[in-house]
Each structure stands twice: as structure tokens, then as C-alpha cells.
């Protein structure tokens, strides 16, 4: 069983930045790609951005693209996501997911944190 924790989250104006960080427990974080997601106020959780097991490939929803980054720090189990130029549509709540090398699903998520982005 492997526990996502993000954080990061919180109020910031359009036009600011936030980095969300997604601890997890996993004893090989490396066998895991991770992604992000985000679900708005009645709608569906929504894809943001993926990233392989090692890093040496990333993903993005077109939404995101040239504003936010995904990365992650193997060696501190974490992957972070790089939010900037935020704006009001990004308002959400984000989550972390893993997924084990092979497999199609994302396996574990994380609880989620919010974002609020205030015009």
C-alpha cells in the first residue's frame, strides 16, 4: 500500500504561483510514474500532468501547457507541480496519483489539496 500526502495548496491573486508537492511512502518511487490531477466545483476530475518513473518524460493538458511543470525529486519520494500565471480556472482541488511501471491504471491518490485562484 503505498500513501500519497500533498501540500502546498492554498489562496493566491492571478498572475501568482504555487508549488504542490506530493510526498509518497512507496519503498521504490522510482517503479512509480506520477501524475496530477485536478477536479473544479461540479465537474470531473480533470488529467493536468504526468511524469515517468525516472523523469525523462513529461505530459501535459493543453489547459497547462507553458504555465505549469511537473518534476520530481527520486531521492526525497516527491513529485512537485510548478504552478504559475495562475488564473481563476485553475481553481481546484489537486491530487497525486502513482502508477507502477506496466500498468495502465493509477494504483494509489493522494487526499488532495485545494487551490483557490482569486481574480
Known amino acids: ?6 501540500s502546498g495548496g492554498g489562496l493566491v491573486q492571478a498572475g501568482g504561483s504555487l508549488r504542490l508537492s506530493c ?9 512509480y510514474h506520477m501524475g496530477w490531477f485536478r477536479q473544479a466545483p461540479g465537474k470531473e476530475r480533470a488529467f493536468v500532468a504526468h511524469i515517468t518513473s525516472r523523469g525523462g518524460n513529461t505530459t501535459y493538458a493543453d489547459s497547462v501547457k507553458g504555465r505549469f511543470t511537473i518534476s520530481r525529486d527520486n531521492a526525497k519520494n516527491t513529485a512537485y507541480l510548478q504552478m504559475t500565471s495562475l488564473k481563476p480556472e485553475d481553481t ?3 491530487y497525486c496519483a502513482s502508477r507502477a511501471i506496466g500498468k495502465t491504471k493509477y494504483d494509489y491518490w493522494g487526499q488532495g489539496t485545494q487551490v483557490t485562484v482569486s481574480s
Open 92 to 94: 481546484a482541488v489537486y
Open 23 to 31: 510526498a509518497s511512502s512507496a519503498r521504490t518511487f522510482n517503479n
Open 1 to 6: 500500500q503505498v500513501q500519497l500526502v500533498e
